[in-house]
């Protein structure tokens, strides 16, 4: 379903998820103070507009209110990025995720009710931790600190063997969602499933127990 985005602030980050917004056919409003950045965006946003997002003013001209979702990725200067969550919350608009730019800054976004606040670059370092520590993982998504959901790939080890063989709730505490062979998927994985190295295992758990698993699992 097309849905309609706004995003202040097109440095690396903002620029980047506005292009793949875009890209995935959804309505994107790009604004940025600096007319180059704006510019270099104009065939990858539905409109784009040079505007301050600290000027309550400019930004209720522009229809920001309309917008269920905004994307506040000023980085640097944390006091502009602080006063324009503060002006999109007064809006009401349901939606505001917030990049921030260290811990205060984080603490301090959730206290003026951004909805997410969210660290790409210490979150993409510990997502390439990840990878680099582990030749098995494929993907990896984050649910909290200390829960996340791995993709992982089965390996000679469990060849043959059955999900109930591996038994690996029991054992790590962790559970299969899905595996993924060639071309389908399967969300309902059966017990009496049987592996083969290549398979990809849709991996919930603690990480600690995502880490024994592909450790001493595979
Ligand atoms: P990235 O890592 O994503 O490149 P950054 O953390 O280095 O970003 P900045 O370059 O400081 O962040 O800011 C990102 C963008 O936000 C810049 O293009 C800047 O012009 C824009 N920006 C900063 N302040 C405002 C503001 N008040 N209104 C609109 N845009 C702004």
Redesign the pocket.
Known sequence: MKKQFAI???????SSVCKELHRMNHDVLA????KH?VNELKNHATHTMV????DETVMSKAGIRNFDHVIV?????IQ?SIL?TLILKDFDIKQVWV?A?NDHHHKVLEKIGADKVFHPESDMGERIAEFLTSEKVIDYIDLSDEFSIVETLATEKVKGKSLADLDIRAKYGCTIIAIKQKNKVDVTPHPEDRLNPGDILVVIGHKNDLRRFQKEGL
């Open positions: 202040i602030g097109l440095g690396r980050f903002g604004i940025d103070k600096d950045k505007a301050d997002g600290t990725a000023i980085g640097e200067d502009a324009c990049k730019q």
